[in-house]
């Protein structure tokens, strides 16, 4: 059974169809990447799935629930973490503290317990920041550990908001372009977490991605959109031959 | 220089991660202790005052500094705590319950006032925090059946274990330990999960939600807390003025509130007492002042406010985190002596974030 599986889901604002009709399914452990022009409705599908908007139409399912009209905070509890395209970290706060962000779905303590702060507490606050330092070691973080993230340069912003996704230990990743404003060398050590969260830490992924030897590299099945529906879906050597897929991106002779 | 070795995780939960840190904080609430002892009636008594501001900038730093939901209406608070805490007395409850009562009854009436806050941010909200003081003085002055209306009311006398509130030195101690009560009870908080969300609520909404950060409850115990806290800083403040008006917690109090937290460095519990100690130099030294400037300028009605608004624009325009950024700067200065770099505090540009998800 398919981990997450969209069905013919819709949204407008206003008059534009963002996004009109799309349907495809993830298997678990896959890569999959919506690749598409500026404008195709990648990032809108996005917004859909994590619950930013209400759609207008269609069904999306996770894992076997019904998560179409699932409260917003409630999407990450169901095991789907997500990135953002612009980055929207918490730049006031240090690396740790966003990680520790990461890790807020798996909450136990009582408000009271907090304002007392007891040694439950404090054992669940050390377990935390165990499984952050996981992923600090895994994704190289350790010199930056302390520095607010507002004196990070863009790369390494990038990565923090990878690694506070990873924190809420997601069973599905959506990643909104990791890759755009990376550098190639950046670009290559993503390519490289990415195959180890799928291979070790068992993670599915569904990425949003304009840089296609990335998507290359990584990916196994693409799905292409344009203006809102989708064009093409299959391997990337075989949507990147489509001639529809040529057409949306190049235009056509006439 | 100094060094951090950490060994355990342990070592950063402490509230004071380092020696010197326990050191200065002891040592400065040994100065607050032996304080009645050395200091003349008149100077208690203001410094008393500082304690009571110090309770309610907590409040409005946790709203406000934290959360980042900017109220200037927090003096309705202070209102609804003393006028609840006079009027529980006057129905015979002892101090040690009505105290508690009165910051659980502006806790309450802050969670009503978040509901609406759910859908306002920033200036926005601002406002209705604004109007909400204006209507919550106006409900004081005309329920006269509750309140005595703009007649004022008398506090009533009241005792803490055999110690009488009127006394000032009793009366000093108690408002002291409740400022620490509070201090440590929302520092806690802060190194916890809760704490984080509210922090995340200020920097951004969009991922707080998407990481399973509840919006509506957690603004509604940003609110419910700051205005509990507030609440008792009000009921503190009654006992200290001994005669309650409507007019006493005015638009004046809730900016002066406001202004101490950001004057002290929004974000920070430090900064939040450091700015009640700064306003409570700033406000004496203003009416020493106003005796050297010649006349037309000292006598000048609003020399005070003018001095004031001043003040919070240069540092807004000049040193935006505050006296605590100030603070830490210095700190830092001496930490990494010689090598401290001016560059440590320069952030980079902030990267634009999607504005069409607020």
């Known amino acids: 059974m398919s981990l997450l599986a969209v069905e013919n889901l819709a949204i407008r604002f206003g008059g534009v169809r963002a996004v009109d009709g799309v349907s495809f399914a993830v298997e678990p452990g896959q890569v999959y990447t919506i690749i598409g022009p500026n404008g195709a409705g990648k990032t809108t599908v996005f917004n859909l799935i994590s619950r930013l ?23 990450v509890r169901h095991g789907i973490a997500r990135t953002f395209q612009n980055l929207e970290l918490f730049d006031h706060a240090t690396v740790l503290q966003n990680l520790l962000l990461g890790r807020h779905r798996h909450r136990t303590v009582k408000l009271l317990d907090e304002i007392l702060f007891l040694p439950r507490v404090t054992r669940s606050e050390v377990a935390h920041r165990e499984k952050a330092e996981e992923v600090i070691e895994f994704l190289e973080l350790e010199a ?18 990878l690694g ?10 959506l990643l909104d372009e990791p890759a755009s404003g990376l550098n190639p060398e950046e670009t290559e050590n993503l390519a490289f977490w990415i195959d180890d969260m799928r291979s070790d830490l068992g993670l599915t992924i569904l990425m949003v991605e304009h840089d296609l030897t990335l998507v290359n590299e990584v990916s196994e099945q693409v799905l292409v959109m344009n203006q809102g529906q989708a064009l093409a879906e299959g391997s990337p050597a075989e949507v990147q031959k489509d001639p529809a897929v040529i057409a949306a991106y190049l235009g056509t002779d006439e | 220089m100094r060094f951090d070795f ?9 509230l004071f991660p380092h020696r010197t840190d326990l050191l200065g904080n002891g040592a400065l609430l040994l100065c607050m202790l032996a304080a009645p002892l050395v200091l003349p009636q008149y100077f208690l008594g203001e410094l008393t005052f500082l304690l009571v501001y110090g309770v309610a900038a907590i409040g409005l730093m946790l709203l406000s500094g934290f959360a980042g939901l900017i109220s200037l209406g927090h003096a309705a608070f202070m209102g609804i705590g003393a006028y609840a805490h006079a009027i529980l007395l006057e129905a015979g409850l002892p101090f040690a319950l009505s105290l508690p009562l009165a910051g659980l009854i502006a806790g309450a009436i802050g969670m009503l006032l978040g509901i609406p806050a759910l859908r306002m941010t920033g ?46 030195e009793s009366f000093y101690y108690t408002a002291l330990a409740i400022l620490c009560l509070v201090v440590v009870g929302t520092a806690n908080l802060l190194r916890s999960a809760t704490g984080r969300a509210l922090i995340a609520l200020r920097d951004s909404e969009v991922a707080a939600q998407a990481l399973g950060v509840n919006l509506p409850y957690a603004k509604a115990v940003a609110f419910s807390l700051s205005a509990g806290i507030t609440g008792i800083a009000g009921g503190l403040f009654a006992h200290r003025i001994g005669w309650l008006e409507p007019g006493s917690f005015n638009v004046v109090l809730s900016l ?13 519990l430090k900064g939040a007492l450091l700015g009640v100690a700064f306003l409570g130099v700033l406000d004496p030294a203003i009416a020493i002042l106003k005796d050297y400037l010649p006349s037309a300028i000292g006598g000048a009605a609003g020399l005070q406010l003018f001095l004031f608004g001043l003040v919070l624009v240069l540092f807004v325009l000049f040193e ?17 002596f010689p090598m401290y770099r001016r560059a440590t505090f320069q952030r980079t540009k902030t990267y634009m974030q999607s504005e069409r998800y607020r």
């Open chain 2, 123 to 168: 200036l926005y909200l601002a406002i209705a925090t604004l109007a909400f003081s204006i209507i919550v003085e106006h409900v004081i002055g005309k329920w006269e059946g509750l309140t005595q209306g703009h007649g004022g009311m008398q506090v009533p006398e009241a005792s803490l274990a055999g110690f009488d509130m009127g006394d000032i």
């Open chain 1, 144 to 161: 930056h550990r302390d520095s607010p993230v507002a004196s990070l340069p863009y790369g390494v912003r990038k990565v923090v908001e």
């Open chain 2, 6 to 14: 950490k060994t355990r995780y342990e070592q950063d939960l402490r």
């Open chain 1, 53 to 75: 908007f209400d759609s207008d139409n269609g069904t999306v399912t996770f894992d076997g629930r019904d998560i179409t009209r699932e409260r917003p905070h409630r999407i």
């Open chain 2, 320 to 336: 935006p985190l505050g006296l605590y950024g100030r603070w830490l700067k210095i700190k830092a200065y001496f930490d990494h």
């Open chain 1, 164 to 173: 506070r996704a990873l924190c809420a230990e997601p069973k599905l990743l």
């Open chain 2, 256 to 268: 002066q509130l406001l202004m101490m937290v950001v004057v002290g460095g929004l974000g920070s």
